[in-house]
């Protein structure tokens, strides 16, 4: 199982920009697909973006797209997360996620199936304030 550990989160204004890092360890295949999900309080868990490491293609939330930005180390040992122009309702505790898939269509797929995945970090809190 591969082993996540989540940093970066904090507190920041609207508008403002915070990233966030994903080291994994062990498997290369079982890391293929990684990202983030969040989750507010009283809320599911979300797919937030994710990038599969055979072409490097990443999926993002429709939310999301065009103020986050997903990338990987050459090793695909860790993944981060740039999040600009942040919104208040983008507070959540943000989750690194890793599976092993045969292609990008099901690292794509698992975007909005959290439950396809069996390696998670522990989380990091993202709150953002108007």
């Known amino acids: 199982q591969v082993q996540l550990v989540e940093s970066g989160g904090g507190s920041e204004q609207a508008g403002g920009s915070l990233r966030l890092s994903c080291a994994a360890s062990?498997?290369?295949?079982?890391?293929?697909?990684m990202g983030w999900f969040r989750q507010a309080p009283g809320k599911e868990r979300e797919g937030v973006v994710l990038?599969?490491?055979?072409?490097?293609?990443?999926y993002y939330a429709d939310s999301v797209q065009g103020r986050f930005t997903i990338s990987q180390d050459n090793d695909n040992e860790r993944v981060y997360l740039q999040m600009n122009r942040l919104k208040p309702e983008n507070t959540a505790k943000y989750y690194c996620?890793?599976?092993?898939?045969?292609?990008?269509?099901?690292?794509?797929?698992?975007?909005?199936?959290?439950?396809?995945?069996?390696?998670w970090g522990k989380g990091t809190q993202v709150t953002v304030s108007s």
């Open positions: 990038i599969y490491a055979g072409d490097v293609s990443a």
């Open positions: 062990l498997n290369t295949y079982a890391r293929n697909c």
């Open positions: 996620a890793a599976e092993g898939v045969r292609s990008g269509y099901y690292c794509y797929r698992l975007l909005s199936d959290p439950a396809g995945f069996r390696s």
